[in-house]
């Protein structure tokens, strides 16, 4: 399936999710439903979601600590006093970034990483920006490859810097794997060119979004917007 | 610090988002001009580079990790506009293709993580560029310099937008002193990974850093440390916007001992400073009336008092010594 029908829905979802109120729980809770229910239609394994999901930890933890340092009115929770406008704030922060996250990562595991890129393209993001997008995305594994190689190096030679202290030989090796590649990707750039590259990759098997795709796209926003209406006019 | 959807609330993420859109697109049309057939692979590999190096985490202070920004690093290689715009696309991409970083956050993410320390570190390194000599160490301590500041004009930016659009009622103080202190630190790693970077590359491919583009050959290969002087006047600058402009956000309350004090009760024993009256008791100059400019003006001169009285101490110990010709 094309990749712009995609982004728009899930950039449309998200933007409904972070629109929701934060005190329609119910709301929430039937996205939730709704993901799941997009996660199973896409055979996605639950357990690849759950895995991605924990990147969004570290600013859900920060949402954990929110009611204990809070203003406002304050209650007790297990013996605990905690602010209520806090408990709120964490909520809505917590619900709110789940889902996101879930959203995007539904939106990552079923469109590859050069289809998405075209995908922008296709949706009139400047050809400067795609273009560059493309070989960033080749260039990560180019990067990956010379970083393995200069490891399996040092580490044959015996160093194994870990600390901050060490940082200088990390670091140096930093700027070295930057010129390496760069030149490697020089050759590349220059074999292309020889090749007869004009400067936009071509489209093998990008396949273009159909009415259906488009279809499914409203269908799904549309869920996700009237109950996000709904919750704003019943709160 | 890729913030997740919900973060902040829809109006900071709609304004946040128009203001990165314009400057982007603004960045965009430069782009254009400057950017030959050579230089699109260039700014491929320092997204992904960026990329790569922000997935690294070090440790700064108990429980806390910070990772690479690299906005700094990637204007000094390629120029600011370039910089910008291939900070922009690793946060777009790490949104749309990791999921990390939320879909509405792209607004503030996009200004905190890219324009902000890219055209801010860049504009702190050609401050310092001037300042510091014309020579290949001079290119790396400024970029040592520039990537501390640019973490830490970062940090600021997201603490101002949540005093305007927070979702919980935790205080601008609070979070400002949390982020700013932490990368502060942060700051650190960052600035020494990314002088090292560039002095590396500026040893075998000067031609790549385009922020170093006016020196020739022999000042490239001028890779003398920064002298004493330099670094006692940088110091000094950095002192100074401590002591006039960070401090105003210093927060009011009370001290551990003051607090207990307070607490316990025997706060009143306390009797007044024989110097309570001065012209800058409590760190305010008297007979101004502003109050933020009464607080820097005390603050410039109490760093510039203490610098007077340190250097004539430590000269004074350095010509007794010299003088003893049995100490040496």
């Not at chain 1, 939730?32 to 859900?60: C, K």
């Not at chain 2, 910070?66 to 370039?82: D, F, N, Q, T, Y």
């Not at chain 2, 702190?124 to 990537?147: D, E, H, Q, S, W």
């Not at chain 2, 960070?246 to 307070?262: H, M």
């Amino acid at each position: 399936m094309a990749a712009e029908p995609k982004i728009v829905a899930a950039f449309l979802t998200v933007v409904a999710i972070a629109l929701t109120p934060r005190e329609a729980i119910w709301a929430f809770g039937v996205y939730a439903v709704l993901l799941v229910a997009l996660v199973r239609i896409a055979r996605i394994p639950y357990g690849f979601v759950m895995t991605r999901l924990v990147a969004v930890a570290p600013f859900v933890v920060f949402a954990l600590f929110i009611p204990f340092v809070a203003g406002g009115e304050r209650t007790e929770v297990i013996g605990v006093s905690v602010s209520i406008e806090g408990l709120w704030g964490a909520w809505n922060i917590y619900a709110k970034a789940l889902l996101g996250a879930s959203v995007s990562i539904l939106l990552t595991a079923t469109t590859e990483v050069s289809d998405v890129v075209r995908g922008l393209g296709v949706l009139r993001v400047p050809a400067v920006l795609t273009s560059i997008a493309l070989f960033m995305v080749r260039y990560l594994e180019l990067i990956a490859d010379e970083l393995g190689r200069m490891r399996v190096a040092m580490s044959a030679r015996g160093y194994d810097p870990r600390w901050l202290s060490q940082v200088r030989p990390i670091a140096n090796s930093a700027g070295a794997l930057f010129v390496r590649s760069y030149e490697r990707g020089e050759r590349v750039h220059a074999a292309m060119l020889s090749r007869g590259f004009s400067g936009t990759m071509p489209a093998l098997r990008h396949p273009t979004a159909t009415a259906t795709n488009w279809y499914a796209v409203i269908l799904v926003t549309g869920a996700f917007w009237v109950i996000a209406v709904g919750a704003m006019v019943v709160a | 610090m890729h913030a997740p959807d919900g973060f902040l609330n829809a109006g900071t993420a709609v304004a946040t988002g128009a203001v990165s859109l314009g400057t982007v697109g603004l960045a965009l049309r430069q782009v254009r001009e400057r950017l030959k057939d050579k230089a699109v692979p260039l700014a491929g590999i320092t997204a992904a580079f960026v990329f790569a190096a922000q997935m690294f985490n070090f440790p700064v202070a108990a429980g806390t990790t910070g990772h690479l920004l690299g906005a700094a690093l990637a204007a000094i290689l390629l120029g600011p506009s370039v910089g910008v715009v291939v900070v922009t696309i690793v946060v777009v991409v790490q949104s749309l293709v990791f999921a990390d970083g939320g879909l509405t956050a792209l607004g503030y993410n996009i200004l905190n993580m890219a324009i902000v320390p890219a055209y801010g570190g860049y504009a702190v390194f050609r401050l310092f560029r001037r300042v510091l000599p014309k020579t290949g160490g001079g290119v790396i301590g400024a970029t040592f310099l520039a990537a501390w500041a640019s973490v830490v004009m970062s940090s600021m930016a997201f603490s101002v937008e949540w005093l305007f659009g927070a979702t919980a009622p935790v205080s601008f103080d609070a979070v400002f002193a949390a982020m700013v202190g932490v990368h502060v630190l942060i700051g650190a790693g960052e600035a020494i990974i990314s002088a090292t970077a560039v002095g590396a590359v500026l040893a075998s491919r000067a031609d790549l850093v385009s922020g170093a583009a006016d020196l020739n050959r022999r000042q490239l290969g001028d890779r003398r440390r920064v002298r004493t002087r330099t670094f006692a006047i940088a110091a000094l600058m950095v002192s100074l916007v401590f002591a006039a402009i960070v401090s105003q956000f210093a927060i009011d309350d009370p001290d551990g001992l003051e607090r207990v004090a307070e607490d316990t009760g025997f706060a009143e024993s306390g009797s007044e400073h024989a110097l309570a009256d001065s012209i800058f008791a409590d760190y305010a100059t008297s007979g101004v009336g502003n109050e933020p400019l009464s607080l820097a003006i005390a603050g410039a001169v109490g760093t510039l008092v203490t610098l007077a009285v340190a250097s004539g101490i430590f000269i004074g110990v350095r010509e007794r010594r010299s003088r003893d010709p049995a100490t040496v």
